[in-house]
Each structure stands twice: as structure tokens, then as C-alpha cells.
Nanobody, 124 residues
Framework: QVQLVESGGGLVQPGGSLRLSCAAS????????MGWYRQIPGRERELAAY???????NNAASVKGRFAISWDNAKNTVHLQMNSLKSEDTAVYYC??????????????????WGQGTQVTVMA
């Protein structure tokens, strides 16, 4: 079991910056990747950024050059640094962790854990 606790959301003006944090606990050694989805009002939930344990990252086209995801392995925490924020970035941001569950019979089950979400609002 992996638990995710998010923090750092809030209200920011267009062009401003914000940093989200997601602290993982539980079976953290079984986490293979972490990331951030966001729920923009009126739209489907979309992937904003994703990072593998080897450091490989993938950002949505809409946030490339503005957002940066990082993983502090020592503290079991992933961050999303958001710069040059736009009103279109207003959303609930959800942290995720992809987790491998190792069963007694030797099989591996891939699962995904979610944080509770944190609100980001960008407006003047």
C-alpha cells in the first residue's frame, strides 16, 4: 500500500509560480513512477507530468517549458514546479504513483495510487 499526501496548491496571479509537493509513504520501494494529473473544469482529467524512477520525464505539450517535475528519492517526495502560470492551468491537481505489488506466487500486479488532489487557481 502507498499513501500520497499533496500540498502547495493555492491562488496565484497569471505569470506567477507555484510548487506542488506529494509525499509518499508505505511501500515506497515498490513505486516505479510518479506524476501529476489535473482536472480542468469542463474537461477530462489529463496527464500534466510524469517521471520514472530512472529520472526520465514526460510533460504534456501544454506545460512544456513551464512546468518541471522532480523526485526527491531520499524524502520519497515528488514536486511539480509551475512557472509562467496561465488561467488555463486552473485545476485540481492529483498526484499519482505507479506501484508494483509482488505476490507470493511470484506474479507482479501493477497498480496506481492517487493523492487527494490540491486546488490551483490562476487569476488576477
Amino acid at each position: 500500500q502507498v499513501q500520497l499526501v499533496e500540498s502547495g496548491g493555492g491562488l496565484v496571479q497569471p505569470g506567477g509560480s507555484l510548487r506542488l509537493s506529494c509525499a509518499a509513504s508505505g511501500s515506497v520501494s515498490s513505486i516505479t513512477a510518479m506524476g501529476w494529473y489535473r482536472q480542468i473544469p469542463g474537461r477530462e482529467r489529463e496527464l500534466a507530468a510524469y517521471i520514472l524512477r530512472d529520472g526520465t520525464t514526460n510533460n504534456a505539450a501544454s506545460v512544456k517549458g513551464r512546468f518541471a517535475i522532480s523526485w526527491d528519492n531520499a524524502k520519497n517526495t515528488v514536486h511539480l514546479q509551475m512557472n509562467s502560470l496561465k488561467s488555463e492551468d486552473t485545476a485540481v491537481y492529483y498526484c499519482l504513483a505507479d506501484v508494483n505489488r509482488y505476490r507470493d506466487d511470484g506474479t507482479i500486479v501493477a497498480t496506481r495510487s492517487w493523492g487527494q488532489g490540491t486546488q490551483v487557481t490562476v487569476m488576477a
